[in-house]
């Protein structure tokens, strides 16, 4: 096939570590949408689970890659576990030759303009995203979240060749980019490299908190501390259309009409 512009490594929990799989089915499926709503078509998602989610969108861009990936039993096993499925998914770029990759959390949101941009710009390193937004559902305010890069994986774009790839599972750390999965050394790593990464320069990503399966439990309504509530109080935007034709948010008007 035709190398995308534009490859997403989704890493997905499995069942058997989930509160409610079908809140994980959902959020997934979100993401996948926001992804295939991109206004540059030339893309490929590689979504990598134990088990796939509850009525995913059905797309040829989505490939479904499944393993027997050992169940977590603690938080650090939870970070192992996206290190391996991310690592899988790398595995399963090989064959496209050389390109842009991003990893991206199951219940993240992505514009719609953002892969028409990596076209429109291919040639760079890749980009970080140090400007985003952060997004929970069935609020009618969204909020801009400054240093994105540093609080959630959604945020950034890396260019990387066949060598940068493992050739299996059993591939040692240091034979391959293994630093895709963490989004606090991606910068810094591909600066040491002298492959720096590019600022982001509009605001491509947003992260979602305030559901239970989220590794981030907190809730903004529950966000008490003066420095949170400043934050708060300075960083609210409406939830406006747009937000939600550029991400493909959840319509806070016709969710509303639902409830009632």
Known sequence: MQSPILTFIVPLKSPKVSKDWSLVSRLCSQTLNSILRQTCPEIKIILVCNEPPENYPQDSR???????FPIPKN???VYLDIKLKVKRGMIACKGFGEGYVMRMDADDFIHQELVSFVKNNYGSNGW??????????????IYLRNDFYC???TSNIVWLTEKDLPKSMETPDDEYFVDLWQHLKMKKVCEQIGKPLQPMPFRAAAYTIGHSESIMLHSLANWRSLKKLIWRTISARTLTPQHIDNFGFEDFSEMMLKIH
């Not at 989505?62 to 027997?68: G, K, M, N, P, Q």
């Not at 970080?128 to 305010?141: D, N, R, T």
Request: glycine share 12%; charged share 20%; aromatic share 22%.
């Open 62 to 68: 989505i490939e479904i890659v499944t393993d027997s």
């Open 75 to 77: 938080t650090g096993e």
């Open 128 to 141: 970080y995203f140090p400007k985003g937004f952060v997004y929970q559902e069935g609020m009618k305010w």
């Open 151 to 153: 609080w959630s994986a």
